[in-house]
Structures are given as C-alpha cells and as structure tokens.
C-alpha cells in the first residue's frame, strides 16, 4: 500500500474473508525468433499446454507465471504485457477459475536448446508452429491459446468465458445496399465470396467453428475494399475479382462499422498460416443459405444479409443462384477459378 492509500478496515477485511474464493492461474505465451511457440507435455493430464499453473496464495498472477516459468523450465524471465483473461465458470470445475495469459520475451537460439522439463510433472518440451502445437492441445485449452494469438497480434487484451471470447452482445443495424457515410470509420471489413457455381467462402477455425473472410481495418489499408483484400489473402489466400459493395452494419450507439462485400473468388492460393495469429485455417464453400446456418447466432440476421449478397452478386457480378445444398471442401494446395 502506498503511502496515498487509505487504510483498509478490518470490517472490510472480515467481509471479504466471508466471499467465495476463486482458483487463479496464470501461463506463458513463450516464442523463439521463428515465431514457434514453447509447449509442454504434462504427465497428469492428456495433450500439450502452456508453461504455466496455478497461483500459489498471497501470489499475483504475474508472479505465479514467473515462478511457473522457473519451476517448469528453469527459466528466469520477466513476463510482458497481459494478452487475455479466461473464466471457466463454475459448472466445469466447481470452482470459478480465472486464467492469466501472458506474453513473454522472445527467446534466444541458447536458450531454446537448452529447453528441458525442469519439474517432474511434465514429460517433455517442445517447440511447435501453432499449426502443429494447437490441434495438440484439449479443447479449453486450444480455444485459449487461439485467443491469446489474436490478442497478441492485434495488441489487444481479450476476455474469455469457457474458452469462447465475451463479445457483448449488440443489435446492429442492417443497411441493405446503402453506401457507408462520408467520413465514417469503418472498423471491420468481410466478404461474402462465391465461386463461379454460387457458392461462398467461410473460413473455419480449429473448433469447427466459421467465419465469413475478412477482419479488422489497419490504419495502412486506404479504405474497406483494401481491408477485405488484405484479410481475405491473409486468412485464406484468396485472390479476389470483380467486388461490389453489398451493405454495411452500424452500431446504435455510435463509432464505427461493419462493411459487407461480394466478390468473384479468382483464385484460392495453397494453404497458408495466417500472419495475425500462425495458424492456418481450413476453407469451405457452400451455398449462401447453408452460410447462414453456420456463423452461428443471429440465423435470421444473417439470412437477410446472405441473401442479399446472393442477389446482388448475381445482377452486378453475374453470379448464379445456386439452388442445392452442395459443399465443397477447398484441397489444401488450393484451386484457380478464373
């Protein structure tokens, strides 16, 4: 405490002693140069983890990563920046768990071959691409490590409930077909991408879970079209050809928004890691209807903007309505349309 605090009374003292606990763990997001990340093999559990455990009492978070660094590895390193906080809820473990992800300095060359378990409950370490390290790691488990990716890249700090990011839920405003007003910000750009028989491009993440292409805007990219560009290339090495602007989605409360496109996919590269996060992901193709089944929440939502993807490629790109439920699992060498 330090000399400009206040006091804290033994009445607020005996209060909090009366609160449930929760249980505190903190890990360690370690990579060398190459951008691999350091992964240990536990004995007294199934599938890989972050070096990393729980906080012992009276302990930070970041105290108890530092320690869990020294214990695990033999490491003495001062961890960074927060990357992401997860809550696994009650009903997994009994107990709240919150999980401290942080980042750690980038290893040298020596002390990656150095690497060896220092305690006796790991079986051994390893240096793994997130591709190769993340279909290794249990469910909660790889849902945190993606997270703390993108937090990493992005230089944000996530939050996470059950292994899922807590993004608030909010009703935005579908604007069919209207053009995104002068001097408002657009924050992300997606594309709905169809193939020359109709359908379109999602791009799914380890979970099984999908996602249209696309992300948040940099402030190099000039507008929303060369945001979309750069995210599609990146995330699935998508080459674009004619693009129109199908409608955008604004905030009630303000800020930014969500810009749509539709596009002719010309070309889709081989599969590649995705620069924001090193993990590839896969890529599928199926109809616009199917497409709104699979994002998830907000089905109806979706449909009307599907839909009016579906029908304003047509009339502008000459796109066909595709009428089955075909679907196409894109080969990782990737393929050319046009």
């Known amino acids: 405490m330090s000399g400009d605090d206040e006091p804290v009374s033994q009445e607020l003292i005996d209060y909090c002693a009366t609160l449930p606990g929760v249980l505190v763990g903190?890990?360690?997001?370690?990579?060398?140069?190459?951008?691999?990340?350091v992964v240990v093999e536990p004995n007294y559990k199934p599938g890989l983890d972050l070096p990393g455990g729980m906080a012992e009492p009276g302990e930070a978070p970041h105290e108890a990563a530092g320690r869990e660094l020294r214990e695990e590895l033999g490491?003495?390193?001062?961890?960074?920046?927060?990357?992401?906080?997860?809550a696994t809820t009650s009903g997994t473990c009994g107990r709240v768990v919150l999980d401290f992800l942080f980042d750690g300095p980038t290893l040298t060359d020596?002390?990656?071959?150095?690497?060896?378990?220092?305690?006796?409950?790991?079986?051994?370490?390893?240096?793994?691409t997130p591709d190769q390290a993340l279909p290794r790691?249990?469910?909660?488990?790889?849902?945190?490590?993606?997270?703390?990716?993108?937090?990493?890249?992005?230089?944000?700090?996530?939050?996470?409930v059950d292994g899922r990011e807590y993004r608030p839920a909010k009703k935005r405003v579908w604007h069919e077909d209207e053009p995104i007003p002068v001097g408002t910000p657009v924050g992300r750009a997606a594309g709905w991408l169809f193939d020359p028989e109709g359908r379109v491009l999602l791009v799914g993440d380890p979970d099984g879970g999908y996602a249209l292409p696309g992300g948040g805007a940099?402030?190099?990219d000039a507008d929303a079209l060369a945001t979309?560009?750069?995210?599609?290339?990146?995330?699935?090495?998508?080459?674009?050809?004619?693009t129109t602007h199908v409608g955008y989605l604004s905030d009630p409360d303000g800020g930014d928004v969500r810009s749509r496109s539709a596009a002719r996919i010309a070309a889709l590269g081989p599969l590649a890691p995705d620069p924001a996060t090193g993990w590839s992901w896969s890529r599928v193709l199926v109809t616009p209807r199917r497409a709104a089944e699979l994002l998830g929440d907000g089905y109806q939502a979706r449909?009307?903007?599907?839909?009016?993807?579906?029908?304003?490629?047509?009339?502008?790109?000459g796109v066909p309505i595709?009428?089955?439920?075909?679907?196409?699992d894109v080969p990782p060498e990737g393929v050319t349309f046009e």
């Not at 903190?26 to 990340?37: F, K, M, T």
């Not at 020596?110 to 793994?128: M, N, S, W």
């Not at 449909?303 to 790109?317: G, N, P, V």
């Open 26 to 37: 903190a890990s360690v997001l370690l990579r060398d140069r190459h951008g691999g990340l």
């Open 75 to 86: 490491l003495e390193l001062t961890v960074g920046r927060l990357l992401a906080v997860s």
């Open 110 to 128: 020596e002390q990656v071959a150095a690497l060896a378990p220092a305690d006796a409950e790991l079986d051994a370490v390893y240096v793994l």
């Open 137 to 160: 790691f249990p469910g909660r488990t790889r849902r945190r490590v993606s997270v703390a990716l993108e937090a990493y890249a992005s230089g944000a700090c996530l939050y996470m």
């Open 218 to 220: 940099e402030p190099e």
């Open 228 to 242: 979309l560009t750069r995210e599609v290339a990146e995330e699935a090495n998508a080459v674009l050809g004619k």
């Open 303 to 317: 449909l009307t903007q599907a839909l009016a993807a579906q029908r304003i490629a047509h009339e502008r790109l």
């Open 322 to 328: 595709l009428d089955d439920d075909s679907r196409v």
